[in-house]
């Protein structure tokens, strides 16, 4: 199904030289670097005035290595195919990285600080300064270690309360909101 004839020649490739190719560029990160190129070379159209951060779980529509059932989830997610991967967008919801994908039945918040530095890594990487860059995300992030991990790296996260938290932990959120907002 490439478009082989319109962009080399008429000779049909064998799919496992394309294959061949895919996975060579995929143990080399060309992928990556790819990524990297483009967001570098495209940054002055990214609108960085704040971003998204959110999480995605792989459905498992016919079966396959379903791990379990999350209440909160429509449906089982599959370990063969990743069951969480953490996105970062800008403003305009256009993408800018993605953490590598985790198998099994996690929530948004396992391995949180490894998926979080890639995330911003990627965008360092891409020569995009991260010092100063205010996301949103929802309540499934309100961890610790989630602002920490952001605090690592420069940027403001703006985390939704979760409710299931006790009080006292509102209030210590709210605390440093407010001494955030102090900081010059």
């Not at 560029?25 to 570098?40: D, E, H």
């Not at 099994?104 to 890594?121: Q, R, W």
């Given at each position: ?63 396959g290595?379903q ?33 590598e ?63 299931r ?20």
């Amino acid at each position: 199904m490439l478009p082989v004839e319109s962009l080399f020649s008429e000779r049909v490739l064998h799919y496992k030289t394309v294959f061949g190719h895919y996975r060579k560029w995929c143990k080399q990160n060309a992928w990556k670097a790819c990524w990297i190129n483009l967001l570098s070379g495209n940054k002055s159209k990214l609108d960085l005035s704040s971003g998204d951060i959110d999480g995605s779980h792989t459905i498992a529509l016919k079966g396959g290595e379903q791990t379990a059932y999350q209440g909160r989830k429509k449906r089982k997610t599959t370990a063969a195919t990743a069951a969480n991967s953490l996105y970062l967008t800008d403003r305009q919801g256009l993408p800018l990285s993605m953490s590598e994908p985790v198998a099994g039945n996690h929530n948004d918040l396992y391995e949180i600080k490894t998926s979080t530095y890639e995330l911003f890594d990627v965008l360092e990487e891409a020569d995009i300064a991260t010092e100063g860059l205010f996301i949103n995300a929802d309540a499934g992030f309100d961890a610790e270690s989630f602002r920490q991990a952001c605090q690592e790296k420069g940027v403001i996260a703006n985390v939704a309360i979760n409710k299931r938290n006790s009080q006292q932990k509102h209030e210590h959120v709210l605390e440093k909101i407010y001494i955030m907002k102090d900081i010059p």
